[in-house]
């Protein structure tokens, strides 16, 4: 890292170790779920508190370091607190605990079985996505990975409906054969460079590789992380998984799972190969081809599901080619609009899902067309629907804006008209099928849900507070997470360009 | 003074008590057990310790009777062997407290042969592990292999055949080994392996020697049932007592795995017999079609044991890969695996000795999610020997097959690689069909009915005793703490193994 200097500290390690920790304590409470909701709590409050300790100095260029011990020959399991890891364990701890008394609303509302083995996977996702966040090299990233693979399963194949197992094989099918592909890129890289280390800016090494090798390498990268950003033709487990519960949607089809894809895509972008790499062998355009493509189509599709999750998944797989797309166009805003991308989606998208379970909760719907009148029932719940929607489709001044709008000026900056004209149509096509939603539900009515009213406060009072954040946050982009310097400082870092 | 003597401790403990268990077993069969089980626990500390002594200050050699080497049998304990002692006896020890009830079980009158036999087998390992004499290594070889169709004919109706066709193709793979030692001293005057070393050089050009080392890989192969020498050992697995599969699968094809070892790469010279004849080349393609062969035959069995047996095949074709690289990250691999893959499959064969003994049958199809109800502990540790053996980090699967595609890219084998990642896929298909099938309420076909929800039904508690639990978690734990000590491992121990000539 250019300018940056590592001190030791065990936060980074504690940070991914106290959900972990969590784990065997919830599930010694299975009897008395009150005590063992306080274990999810004080976990997610407590990662969230360790999470933030490490921001103070991310921002200051001083970067928190644990270094374990070896696991393969040169390679240390290292944990490294650096602005992007801290960029990524905020978003996702901090929704954790939204997410978290959302979870025990949702799941105490619908009754659920295997309520433990529920809030057990999901600390241990927690934990996971802190590891991918914060692992120093590429190893420790594909341990972390893995392990979320792994956590995840059990929540995917949550209700136990064929249904739900059917969408768990898919998953492992799709992740474990990503999971093989990315050791073997890993293997390589390790005999060809002599290192796995991330370092902003790439590894001077590639460069001396030959075109096929590095070409060769970066697709397969690319394939290896590309199945968690549902990258196309990668992305059909996500809209199958949406079988999962509607908080593991929210936080993990939204957040964690799907973010530690793009999160990888950007590590190994930014930090594997470097600008400069993916620049000369041309592979920036690649990504911005694929994301592109992804951009269009996933929206396109997102039309034709009238499962308003399902709707929402295809949704999620455009918006995270956004920040493949910020990725590959190498410039300064280009980068700091992919990487806002990646918490503001997050804000946004846990919102909509959060109030497709207050639906399907409390309204018992799924169905899109089935939501005409909801809005005069449950006006907060739509209300914050319909702010999402209007960020999502880029709509000032919610979030989504921000983003678009340097994703806009990166395009400019790199003299891509195409990546400008695909992010246009990209806001027309999701105002084109966030639209219809809010329409039936504020406008056409019907007698469906007169005799219920707003969801319960578990449920509302997150969704709103995680609406209130995307609006904040596209007023003032800074505020109190300092997002925006620390993506400015990830792009300024990664593409060597000094802070203006 | 114990120093001196540390090669013959261990096959000594062992083949005493084998001996003297059927004299007081006539009279009092329930000593055999507590014999037995001394005898496994004197022996840990001692291989222990001769793992320490000889990383400390290496090699530890004992002359038998005095005589001096080559005339005399030498036994020499360095630290490939020393190491794989250690491994022998701790595995050996788990299996047999958790043999204690499936014995008394699975075939209670003939509990005092069945010690006996367990502990000549062990002798035969240890001995196999620690002689310095190709001859003397034969000899050792009978007594583990005439144990081991002893032990394999204790089982169930079919075992006698099992045992009668592991008898006919063990004595050809002996005798194959014989046959190719004959051809050997005849050229060079020699047993001795340390001697043969610096011999073989100057004569490795005669096709005698060639056509010897072939004849002794052949038989090995059919020992270690290497692809596609393997045929005796799904039956052999599958047939027999719990108690022994659970000591057979790890340990026996691991010692024929040393002994492939030991005179491809310390008796003769790799890199100058492959100039003469590809043989480590073959072995690493016909291992590599015996990841794929075990796999895709593992994937079609009913039968959890059979399932292990045939997964032991692919698994024995990763250690067999990792030799045939012939370089040190290959070596480094296999040698890792050999251990991963005996704390693997021991934990997975007594997870089958425990559903045998508490449900009486293994059958995949007649498995459903009860199970995960009834005995949690049980498949707790199965799903982490799965996890392990499909390589998911951070277990310890993850990295014999990290070393093993190190190795693999490093001699640029990119079929090699190809196949030990698809080998990894195939191991989650078949492994995560009984793991699905075992926590997931899922009939293929019919509908999900009441029950499938699981919470309203209350299931008894059919869990494993104790003494058959415990070893079973400990193998389990073991594959978790492993993984990340691996590179302590590799630095420490399996780095002093790696032959000077790769």
């Not at chain 1, 399907?360 to 702010?387: C, Q, S």
């Not at chain 2, 251990?339 to 009486?360: D, I, P, S």
């Not at chain 2, 990894?424 to 069909?433: E, I, P, S």
Request: aromatic fraction near 10%; charge should be positive.
């Amino acid at each position: 890292m250019n300018d940056l200097s590592t001190f030791p500290s065990a936060v980074p390690l504690l940070a991914i170790l106290v959900s972990a920790a969590s784990v065997p304590l919830i599930g010694m409470s299975a009897r008395r779920p009150n005590l063992r909701e306080f274990w999810t709590l004080l976990a997610a409050g407590a990662k969230f508190a360790l999470v933030l300790s490490l921001l103070p100095s991310a921002l200051a260029d001083q970067v928190a370091e644990t270094r374990l011990f070896q696991i393969s020959p040169g390679v240390d399991l290292t944990l490294r607190a650096d602005p992007f890891g801290v960029f990524f364990a905020l978003i996702a701890s901090g929704l954790w605990i939204l997410t978290s008394f959302y979870s025990i609303g949702y799941v105490r509302g619908l009754k659920e079985k295997h309520q433990t083995r529920y809030f057990a996977s999901f600390a241990l996702c927690l934990s996971a996505t802190l590891g991918v966040a914060f692992a120093a090299n590429l190893l420790t990233f594909v341990i972390f990975f893995e392990v979320l693979t792994i956590a995840t399963y059990p929540l995917v194949i949550h209700k136990q409906s064929p249904e739900a197992i059917a969408a768990g094989r898919k998953y492992l099918a799709f992740t474990l054969t990503a999971g093989v592909v990315l050791v073997a890129a890993m293997a390589a890289t390790l005999q060809l460079t002599g290192t796995l280390e991330f370092q902003a800016g790439g590894l001077s090494a590639f460069q001396d590789l030959s075109p096929v090798e590095v070409k060769v390498l970066f697709g397969m990268f690319l394939a290896g992380v590309g199945v968690k950003a549902a990258i196309m033709p990668l992305h059909a487990w996500l809209p199958a998984a949406m079988a999962a519960p509607t908080p593991v949607s929210a936080l993990l089809h939204a957040v964690a799972v799907v973010k530690s894809g793009v999160f990888g895509v950007v590590r190994v972008a930014g930090f594997l190969f470097g600008p400069e790499t993916l620049g000369r062998f041309g592979l920036g355009e690649v990504m911005l081809w694929l994301g592109g493509a992804t951009i269009l189509l996933a929206s396109c599709l997102a039309f034709a599901e009238d499962n308003l999750k399902r709707r929402l998944a295809y949704s999620t797989v455009g918006h995270l080619s956004y920040v493949v797309l910020g990725a590959g166009l190498l410039s300064p805003s280009g980068l700091i609009g992919g990487l806002l991308h990646i918490a503001n989606h997050a804000t946004m998208k846990i919102v909509l899902f959060f109030c497709a379970g207050a639906i399907y909760v409390h309204a018992h719907k799924e169905k899109i067309n089935e939501l005409d009148g909801i809005g005069r029932a449950m006006p907060w719940t739509m209300g914050a629907f319909a702010l999402a929607s209007l960020g999502l489709a880029g709509v000032p001044p919610v979030n989504g804006f921000v983003s678009k709008w340097y994703l806009g000026q990166g395009a400019m900056e790199a003299g891509s008209l195409a990546v400008v004209a695909i992010l246009l149509i990209s806001g027309l096509l999701n105002a084109g099928y966030f639209a219809p939603i809010v329409y039936r539900a504020f406008f056409k009515r019907s007698d469906n849900f007169n005799s219920i009213g707003e969801a319960s406060a578990w449920m509302v009072v997150p969704l709103i507070l995680a609406a209130a954040l995307s609006a904040l946050l596209g007023l003032m982009p800074d505020l109190f997470f300092h997002f925006f310097t620390l993506a400015q400082r990830i792009s300024a870092q990664v593409l060597e360009v000094s802070i203006p | 003074m114990i120093e001196a003597n540390l090669p013959l401790l261990v096959p000594l403990a062992f083949l005493i008590p084998a001996l003297l268990i059927p004299l007081i077993g006539v009279r009092a069969p329930g000593a055999a057990y507590p014999l037995a089980l001394a005898a496994v626990l004197a022996s840990i500390p001692i291989a222990g310790f001769g793992l320490f002594r000889v990383i400390e200050s290496g090699p530890v050699t004992y002359t038998l009777g005095g005589w001096e080497a080559p005339i005399g049998i030498e036994l020499v304990l360095d630290p490939l062997a020393s190491f794989l002692t250690l491994v022998v006896t701790v595995v050996s020890c788990l299996v047999l407290i958790h043999a204690r009830h499936v014995a008394s079980v699975e075939h209670p009158d003939k509990r005092v042969p069945y010690y006996s036999l367990v502990l000549l087998l062990l002798a035969g390992f240890c001995g196999i592990l620690s002689t310095g004499d190709l001859f003397n290594l034969y000899v050792f070889l009978e007594i583990s292999s005439l144990a081991g169709y002893g032990l394999v004919a204790i089982g169930d109706k079919r075992s006698p055949v099992s045992a009668y066709r592991y008898l006919i193709l063990g004595s050809v793979g002996t005798g194959f080994y014989l046959l190719g030692i004959g051809f050997i001293y005849v050229m060079s005057g020699s047993l001795n392996m340390a001697d043969l070393a610096r011999i073989l050089p100057h004569i490795l050009d005669q096709p005698a020697v060639l056509a010897g080392l072939i004849l002794m890989v052949t038989g090995i192969g059919l020992k270690m049932a290497l692809f596609p020498l393997h045929f005796w050992l799904p039956d052999a697995y599958s047939s027999a007592s719990s108690a022994t599969s659970a000591l057979l699968a790890p340990l026996g094809t691991k010692v024929g795995a040393y002994i492939l070892i030991r005179v491809l790469f310390f008796v003769f010279d790799p890199a100058a017999v492959e100039q003469r004849a590809p043989i480590a080349s073959a072995i690493a393609w016909l291992s590599a079609g015996g990841v794929l062969y075990g796999s895709l035959m593992a994937l079609a069995q009913q039968e959890l044991k059979r399932m292990l047996a045939y997964s032991s095949i692919a698994q024995i074709g990763y250690i067999g890969l990792g030799l045939g690289m012939a370089n040190p990250l290959g070596f480094t691999g296999a040698v890792l695996h050999i251990l991963n893959h005996a704390l693997m499959k021991a934990a997975l064969f007594l997870v089958a000795g425990n559903l045998r003994v508490q449900l009486g049958h293994s059958n995949i199809a007649a498995m459903d999610h009860r199970l995960s109800r009834q005995m949690p502990w049980s498949m707790a540790a199965f799903t982490v020997g799965a996890l392990s053996m499909i390589g998911l980090p951070p277990t310890a699967g993850f990295f014999s097959k990290w070393y093993l595609v190190l190795g693999g890219i490093q001699g640029s084998y990119w079929v090699f690689v190809a196949v030990i990642l698809m080998g990894g896929l195939l191991n989650a298909v078949y492994f995560f069909r009984v793991v699905e099938r075992v926590y997931l309420p899922f009939r293929r076909g019919l509908p999900d009915n009441g029950a499938a929800n699981g919470g309203a039904e209350v299931v008894e508690s059919r869990e494993a005793r104790f003494s058959m639990l415990a070893p079973t978690l400990i193998l389990a734990g073991a594959l978790l703490a492993l993984g990340l000590a691996s590179s302590f491992l590799v630095n420490r121990v399996i780095h002093l193994m790696v032959p000077a000539g790769l």
